[in-house]
């Protein structure tokens, strides 16, 4: 059912977001800049579509059964999406998260009804109870359970290349130049980044990449440099992870925590856009590329969560003070 935005039930209400296009906060450039505003899915993040996707797709194929217990690491926006898809569906629910979660992640997912597993996100990446180490550990030790493995399933670029991107591509009426979005798992950008190029090899895509992450270095100089702790959360990673098609990437940025969390605070005062530490890289990576252009380019970016998963963090003067980005 689907007449006048009615549906069965709330997965029906996953995509299908909109684009807007910003106006203060890119007045010093001549490109226009649009973003497609992916917290505004019914659990509040881009992820909500790779949940409802792979998990349907696992239904289809007879690969899960009614009842089984999902496991799944991430850091929060995944588990919401799997946690919604869990209760409609009839699913358990475990996720494996990092100490540096914010609060309020925490908080939903327990509202939720989700088994959380924390790490230490200060273990090195060859630990064996590290973040990217521990969950086939415990999938092996869990039998019976589904793993999606958002990492590595490229299911999950498939999800983007047939939802997001044909999203962008009809919203924009084909005129698009650059691409640009943060780079976490891999499967939001690299998914939209390849149904984009087959509808137009000239678009150029950007990938943003936090201090600390290993994506920037290897993409640049084909070498695995040791990760270091950030804070941003949902772009990154300490390993090089299979979701990452970096054939689809022309140019990627490196941003630092402070300089995302500035930016998703303009976005606030300067636009309106309540929107997570992600959003704010995405923003200024696409001003950075604006500025850099010597003719004006439409310029098309997602903003990935909500500045509510953030209250307690990124909009805490206290806390934004006591890390020194204050």
Avoid at 86 to 108: C, F, H, M, N, T
Avoid at 124 to 148: A, D, H, M, R
Avoid at 275 to 293: C, M, V
Wanted: glycine content about 8%.
């Amino acid at each position: 059912m689907n007449k006048e935005n009615v549906y069965n039930n709330i997965l029906g209400t996953v995509g299908n977001t909109p684009l807007v296009r910003l106006n203060k906060i890119t007045k010093d450039v001549e490109s226009e800049i649009f973003s497609k505003l992916e917290f505004l899915n019914p659990m509040g993040s881009v992820k909500d579509r790779i949940a409802k996707y792979v998990i349907e797709k696992a239904e289809k194929e007879g690969r899960i059964k009614e009842g089984q217990l999902i496991i799944e690491n991430s850091s929060g926006n995944t588990a919401m999406g799997l946690a919604l898809v869990a209760i409609q569906k009839g699913y358990k629910l475990k996720v494996i998260v990092r100490d540096r979660i914010s609060k309020e992640k925490i908080d939903q997912l327990e509202a939720l009804g989700v088994e959380i597993h924390m790490v230490d996100s200060s273990l090195p990446p060859e630990s064996p109870n590290s973040y990217n180490n521990i969950t086939p550990s415990i999938v092996e030790k869990t039998p019976g359970c589904y793993f999606p493995d958002q990492h590595n399933n490229r299911e999950n670029n498939e999800t983007h290349y047939e939802t997001t991107g044909p999203e962008i591509w009809k919203q924009m009426h084909g005129k698009i130049d650059y691409f640009i979005a943060g780079i976490g798992t891999g499967g939001t950008i690299c998914g939209v980044a390849k149904y984009l190029k087959e509808q137009d090899p000239n678009i150029k895509v950007i990938a943003i990449d936090p201090v600390g992450s290993i994506f920037y270095d290897y993409f640049y100089f084909k070498k695995k440099v040791k990760p270091a702790p950030y804070l941003i959360e949902g772009l990154g990673d300490e390993f090089l992870i299979k979701c990452v098609d970096f054939s689809v990437i022309d140019d990627m940025f490196r941003v630092s925590d402070k300089t995302s969390f500035l930016y998703t605070r303009k976005l606030v005062s300067q636009e309106g856009i309540l929107a997570g530490g992600s959003s704010g890289a995405a923003i200024w990576g696409a001003l950075r590329l604006a500025k850099s252009l010597k003719k004006s380019a439409r310029i098309v970016t997602i903003f990935p969560d909500s500045a509510s998963r953030y209250l307690s963090t990124i909009f805490n003067n206290e806390w934004m003070k006591k890390k020194g980005f204050l």
